[in-house]
């Protein structure tokens, strides 16, 4: 089985750009979950799209947006981009938004605002 | 708000020797899980744990969950440099309007020195 794909893997962006980043999770699984990683601050929660609904916010700007396809395939857009947002951004999926589900990660895309 | 702390933040130790990092939530768990992220990976579900006070083990990797839910630790015994990564606690509540989510600790970033 393929595991979480996200496209692409390097962005080089300029402030005040937007960008959207791709992530298609692990056949069969319906729940994706976004995380933002910089040095010192762990995994950061974005939001987390169950069935074309997003469940759970994390404390982000409103420049921080996301869907989810029919299909489970999610994405997020990142509005005019500051140097702050350069960053890991990790995809996670799993098999439902139940309490006890396993986050399968992807390799990350790697945002860098110049 | 709700927060899972990690500590420590860094652990340095000589090939052999045993590591500890612990995890702590203001808030009842309902579950624990703990991922490792090599250098330049991502994170890798290690293991879950469900019930109060339970014990699992991983060959030298011992995780525990505390009596009332709101702690855990994760030792490894006499560690090894393929040990070397961080490790993240994540806690997933199940109350109120952030059911299911899962808040990740900061991460324990072990350095093995041979």
């Known amino acids: 089985k393929a595991g979480v794909t996200q496209t692409p893997r390097y962005l080089i962006k300029t402030r005040g750009q937007q960008v959207t980043l791709s992530c298609s999770p692990i056949?069969?699984?319906?729940?994706v979950s976004w995380y933002q990683q910089t040095p010192g601050q762990g995994l950061q929660f974005l939001f987390e799209?169950?069935?074309?609904?997003?469940?759970n916010k994390g404390n982000f700007p409103g420049r921080f947006s996301g869907r989810q396809f029919s299909n489970s395939r999610s994405e997020m857009n990142v509005s005019t981009l500051e140097l702050g947002d350069s960053a890991l951004y990790l995809c996670a999926s799993s098999y439902t938004a139940a309490a006890k589900n396993i986050q399968y990660f992807g390799a990350g895309t790697r945002l860098s605002v110049l | 708000g709700q927060q899972v702390m990690q500590i420590p933040q860094y652990q340095h130790v000589q090939e052999g020797e045993d590591f500890t990092t612990y995890c702590n939530s203001s808030t009842t768990l309902s579950n624990i899980q703990w991922y490792k992220q090599r250098p330049g990976g991502h994170p890798v579900f290690l293991i879950q744990?469900?019930?109060?006070?339970e014990v699992k083990k991983q060959k030298r990797l011992t995780f525990q969950f505390g009596e009332a839910k709101k702690n855990s630790s994760l030792h490894i015994t006499a560690t090894q440099t393929t040990d070397v990564g961080t490790y993240f606690c994540a806690g997933r509540t199940d109350r109120g309007s952030t059911l299911g989510r899962l808040y990740f600790g900061r991460g324990t970033q072990l350095t093995v020195w041979p």
């Open positions: 744990l469900v019930k109060s006070g």
């Open positions: 056949s069969g699984h319906r729940s």
């Open positions: 799209y169950f069935s074309e609904t997003q469940r």
